[in-house]
């Protein structure tokens, strides 16, 4: 099974400011990398696969990046509607997929 | 816009079966381009990916699940379901029902969650 590790496990940003998240694959995905975003008592939401791509009405500001074990996720300018957890998920070859634990993006 | 509502029981026993229902709209079961999907979320182990379900039946489980679960469907009613054996204070969790587009890996809906307690 492919281990996901994202780092920071949290981070505290003001409103305007860039965010960098991390995701590192326990072996090499090529781009099979996707995001999402949770929110308090919701679903996750998928932003971004194929490490880089934006999924449906996901803003700009948000982009991906990487291949092979190390991915970001940038948030360009934070904006206080983008507060929550975030999630990597590999999909290389056959299930099972599998999550990172993921990051908690706060608002100072 | 594809939705997707997860129901069933809140709270089961140790040692009995955790039966959950997903219920589709605005797209159908027998969509050949859809993998139904289950996924669980606690806060030990994060998200897990439990198994998909096609519209012919076939089925991918999770190893650590598959000797336990059960997906099956029911075009009829626009409905798949998960059955999960034997169940244990770790099956303890948030459980989503989502949508797979066939051969991405990616889920792009997923139901708001319903929360299972295994407890006696």
């Known amino acids: 099974e492919i281990v996901m590790t994202q780092s920071p496990a949290t981070v505290a940003v003001s409103p305007g400011e860039r965010v960098t998240l991390s995701c590192r694959a326990s072996?090499?995905?090529?781009?099979?990398l996707a995001w999402y975003q949770q929110k308090r008592g919701q679903a996750p939401r998928l932003l971004i696969s194929g490490a880089s791509t934006r999924a449906a009405g996901i803003p700009a500001r948000f982009s991906g990046s990487g291949s092979g074990t190390d991915f970001t996720l940038t948030i360009s300018s934070l904006q206080s509607e983008d507060s929550g957890l975030y999630y990597c998920q590999q999909y290389k070859g056959s299930p099972p997929w599998t999550f990172g634990h993921g990051t908690k993006v706060e608002i100072k | 816009q594809v939705q997707l509502r997860e129901s069933g029981p809140g709270l089961v026993k140790p040692s009995q079966t955790l039966s959950l229902t997903c219920t589709v709209s605005?797209?159908?079961?027998?969509?050949?381009?859809?993998?139904w999907t289950w996924i669980r979320q606690n806060p030990g182990t994060g998200l897990e990916w439990i198994g998909y379900i096609y519209f012919d039946g076939h089925t991918i489980y999770n190893p650590s699940l598959k000797s336990r679960l059960t997906l099956s469907l029911d075009i009829s009613k626009n409905q798949f379901f998960l059955k999960l054996t034997s169940v244990t204070a770790a099956d303890t969790a948030l459980y989503f029902c989502a949508r797979e587009v066939r051969g991405t890996g990616t889920l792009d809906f997923w139901g708001l969650g319903t929360l299972v307690t295994v407890s006696s």
């Open positions: 605005s797209a159908s079961v027998t969509s050949r381009d859809s993998y």
């Open positions: 072996q090499r995905l090529g781009t099979n």
